[in-house]
């Protein structure tokens, strides 16, 4: 499977300290071998699933062989909602 990152996904991951960025691409990898696992849930209205970690929530979808994260953001932050909605037109 192929990783796919948004220009937004990559400029948060940017701005994250050591620890979360280490734990955010940790889960990131492991949706590379197990793209839905138990705890991820698919988004209303979307074509996307989520899977948080800690604060943060990864919006991602699965195309074929690719993984493409779409967003990466806090989990309780109406900004990413915002941003999806741009992406989805």
Known sequence: MKL???KVA??????????QFRQV????FRL????YPHDSKQLRGY???RVDIGEYRVV???EGDDLRVVLIGKRNDGEGYRILKRIKG
């Open 32 to 35: 590379l071998s197990e793209p």
């Open 10 to 19: 990559r400029d948060f991951l940017d701005t994250l300290p050591p620890k």
């Open 60 to 62: 991602y979808e699965v």
């Open 47 to 49: 074509p996307y699933h």
């Open 25 to 28: 691409v940790t889960t990131v």
């Open 4 to 6: 796919l990152l948004s």
